[in-house]
């Protein structure tokens, strides 16, 4: 199962031109292998402007940004430059992980109780919910330190394919229907998503000019015009006085934002999380993201198992979380290496037995002091409401580099406020902060701090060489949704395209584990026996991955039918 790429040395000088937005229609494929490089997204306008740029000369950072961009277009529900995101990298050419932290950030008028005693759907419509984007911050720091192209290069794609517009498919119309309420209480968001009042029907051409010409004077003045310019102090603008529909009595709150936040942002480097599981390295997003973390602890819990079935996945993921809620935020002092210490793991091991553990799982203690089965302390914290989108691409490029790159504004739609002439709608990630009271959280808010996420995008090695990239949307459920994926792929032996077609189950330290209906056919009654409790829920994640062959094959797989279906696609069938 596990086969390595050699990467080919190159030196070359890369251009990037836009293609045309609506050529001639084309099926989303769900798999694709070939040479030269690949790309998975939700999206085959996105992918589409990935090839492109790989087919150019550029490498898998300048495509990622390129399709990325483009997502802000065509998936503008997911992502967009208001919002952030995170990237883990692989440079073939020093053989090293990098990562890149492009979460957004709270003002520094917001404390501890900006959110206390708000109802979450209040919270997420409404400027208080806007953090200060770093998906902009991301991109420039990502191109200026392993791109080859230039910001404004990187942009002509989008421009393209906001100018020219995308067909409108069943998963934008519904998002847009289930949106439309909120929308028309935005005089802004009602003129851009609901033209004629309604969400724009299936086949039709959706266009979002002011979003080509925001794309296009970025890329002239640069990362500034956000940061410390006049599209900043629009943003601002907005969210101190978001432009709310006369005679609407949805109650939406004014936000606390300064320019001064925008000119203090900046995207981060941060080292990697890493684990051993069997024989591989599995790299992932350190702190603020919980991903690295968690899905590492729950990869050496199996690890430290006789054996492994859908009990023990879904217990380690019981018990990994457990330990998030306790230990995993934006703070300091966070125990990470002994989170994901073969000790910590074996003492939580221990705890799975033949039947689900009792709810709540109580977290653990990653002290360093570990003796045979450890005595769970303390109390578990209850999963946080997060929006169930998000987006997640990989690519690949012809010299060996990687790319898994998670960018998200949070809830389907943001917080729903479009920036009046700029076509972006603004995020809502200061919801996934904890809303309290809850005193010892590591994720209550705070003035500067960046709210624990749940994006896991994630290299695997083999040798110290990459052989699988994968990711998800989905909230808390991209843990369980890659972890899964993982033990699909590792441990029960199914090739890439079966591990991400395969019905899910997530367990979350919840009472019930919510799963696809598939799997609740499949598997619910010999899970029943061991003492697991299930609930519904009818789609679990949108994944997008790849995985080396060998022999310079690179197979590229994204879902098969949920969100739509994603598109992969490769720089080449033949060599």
Aim: hydrophobic fraction near 40%; aromatic fraction near 6%; proline fraction near 8%.
């Amino acid at each position: 199962m596990r086969r390595v790429i050699v990467p080919a040395a190159a030196v070359f000088v890369s251009l990037v031109s836009a293609p045309p937005a609506l050529a001639e229609p084309q099926p989303k494929v769900p798999v694709a292998e070939g040479y030269g490089g690949a790309v998975a997204t939700v999206d085959l306008d996105a992918s589409k402007a990935a090839i492109g740029v790989l087919k150019k000369g550029g490498n898998a950072m300048d495509a990622a940004v390129a399709a990325g961009a483009v997502l802000g277009v065509t998936e503008p529900y997911s992502s967009g430059l208001a919002g952030g995101g995170f990237m883990v990298y692989y440079d073939a050419r020093q053989r090293k992980v990098y990562t890149i932290d492009g979460r957004e950030t709270a003002p520094q008028a917001m404390t501890s109780t900006s959110l206390e005693g708000i109802p979450f759907e209040e919270g997420v419509t409404s400027g208080l919910s806007a953090g200060v984007p770093g998906t902009v911050a991301n991109w420039d720091l990502a191109l200026r330190r392993f791109g080859t192209i230039s910001l404004k290069q990187a942009l002509r794609p989008a421009i393209e394919v906001a100018s020219q517009g995308f067909v409108v498919d069943q998963t934008f119309h519904d998002q847009t229907a289930a949106n439309a309420a909120r929308f028309k209480d935005i005089t802004s968001t009602a003129k851009l998503y609901l033209p004629n009042g309604a969400p724009p029907p299936v086949g039709s051409t959706f266009r979002n000019p002011e979003l080509a010409d925001t794309y296009r004077e970025l890329g002239e003045r640069g990362p500034s015009w956000l940061y410390d310019g006049q599209l900043g102090k629009e943003i601002v603008a907005t969210v101190k006085q978001p432009p709310v529909t006369p005679g609407s009595t949805r109650n939406v709150r004014p936000g606390l934002m300064e320019l001064s936040d925008l000119r203090a942002y900046r995207a981060l480097m941060r080292e990697p999380t890493k684990v051993s599981y069997n024989g591989l390295d599995v790299y992932g997003m350190a702190p603020p993201s919980s991903g690295g973390s968690t899905v590492g602890e729950a990869l050496n819990i199996l690890e430290a198992r006789p054996r492994v079935g859908l009990h023990e996945y879904l217990e380690a993921s019981r018990l990994s979380f457990a330990d998030r809620g306790k230990y995993v935020g934006d703070i300091p002092g966070v125990p990470l290496k002994e989170l994901l210490s073969d000790g910590f793991a074996k003492e939580r091991s221990c705890l799975i037995g033949d039947t689900a553990i009792a709810h709540p799982a109580a977290p653990g203690e990653p002290d360093g002091s570990y003796r045979g089965c450890g005595r769970p302390s303390g109390t578990a914290t209850p999963i946080a409401d997060e929006g169930p989108e998000t987006t997640h691409l990989v690519v690949a490029d012809r010299w060996g580099n990687v790319i898994a790159y998670n960018l998200t504004i949070e809830s389907t739609g943001g917080n729903g406020i479009v920036v009046p002439g700029r076509g972006v709608l603004l995020n809502n990630e200061l919801t996934d902060f904890t809303f309290g009271p809850a005193p010892g959280d590591p994720n209550l808010p705070a003035p500067g701090k960046r709210p624990r996420s749940s994006m896991a995008p994630t290299l695997v090695f083999d040798d110290g060489r990459p052989v699988l990239a994968a990711g998800s949307p989905g909230g808390s459920t991209i843990i369980t949704t890659v972890l899964q994926i993982l033990v699909n792929r590792y441990e029960f032996g199914m090739d890439l395209p079966d591990a991400l077609a395969a019905p899910r189950a997530t367990q979350r330290n919840t009472a019930q584990t919510q799963s696809e209906q598939a799997f609740l056919d499949r598997y619910r009654a010999e899970l029943e026996a061991k003492g697991h409790s299930f609930a519904l829920n009818p789609e679990i994640g949108a994944a997008t991955a790849l995985e080396f062959l060998g022999r310079g094959i690179i197979q590229a797989v994204a879902e098969p039918t949920r969100r739509g279906g994603g598109s992969a696609m490769v720089v080449s069938t033949s060599r």
